[in-house]
Structure formats: structure tokens, C-alpha cells
């Protein structure tokens, strides 16, 4: 099982970022996705989630409108478009997934079985 995350890096506030997560070793499909970002000194929190078949998204309050989260089974891949970047949004940016349906409950860190080891967004001033 495989949760590998990229597309992390340095950029200026106000651009845009996309994130990757591909998946190997399971069947993705039947999974939920979410990302989670992790600021230092901070808990990790939520980002995006999104469900099995990509027909239901969730979002923190704090990207809502910013962030688009999206999902493609075929090739095994999630992903996190991120605009018009905040420096508050620096954190190393984990992929997560779970066979729990209920985006509500879904926020939780806790209902994620397999995690991604990460990617750094800096998002500067």
C-alpha cells in the first residue's frame, strides 16, 4: 500500500498550486480521499475530502472557494487544486484515505487508514 504525495513548493501568496496523490496497492476506488495539512507547532487538520465515486466534496471552512479537490479512479490519483494561496496556508500537505462514507464525519484524522508522507506548500508573503 502506497500513498504517495507531490507537487509541494515555494510560490508567492495570491498564485496557485496543484497537489498529487497517486495510490498503489489497494483499490483506490473504494476509498474516500482527503488531504490534510499539518502547520508547525499546529495539529494536523483538514483540508479537502471527497467520496468514493467523486460525487460529494467537503471542505474546511478556511479554503472553501479557494481549494477544489478532485478524484481519478482510473489512474489511481487524487488531487488538490489550491488558488489564490495565503502564507497561512503553509504546512506540509498529507493524502489520506478511508472506507468511511459520511464526509461529516470524515474531518477526523482518526478515520484514515493509509497516509501519504507529505508534501511542503510555503506560500510567501
Known amino acids: 500500500v502506497q500513498l504517495q504525495a507531490s507537487g509541494g513548493g515555494l510560490v508567492q501568496a495570491g498564485t496557485s498550486l496543484t497537489l498529487s496523490c497517486a495510490a498503489s496497492g489497494f483499490t483506490f476506488r473504494s476509498y474516500t480521499v482527503a488531504w490534510f495539512r499539518q502547520a508547525p507547532g499546529r495539529d494536523r487538520e483538514f483540508v479537502a475530502g471527497?467520496?468514493?465515486?467523486?460525487?460529494?466534496?467537503d471542505y474546511a471552512d478556511s479554503v472553501e472557494g479557494r481549494f477544489t479537490i478532485s478524484r481519478d479512479n482510473a489512474n489511481n490519483k487524487a488531487l488538490l487544486q489550491m488558488n489564490s494561496l495565503k502564507p497561512e496556508d503553509t504546512a506540509i500537505y498529507y493524502c489520506?484515505?478511508?472506507?468511511?462514507?459520511?464526509?461529516?464525519?470524515?474531518?477526523?484524522?482518526?478515520?484514515?487508514?493509509?497516509w501519504g508522507q507529505g508534501t511542503l506548500v510555503t506560500v510567501s508573503s
Open positions: 489520506a484515505v478511508s472506507l468511511g462514507l459520511d464526509l461529516a464525519t470524515l474531518r477526523s484524522r482518526y478515520e484514515y487508514v493509509y
Open positions: 471527497i467520496t468514493w465515486s467523486g460525487r460529494n466534496t
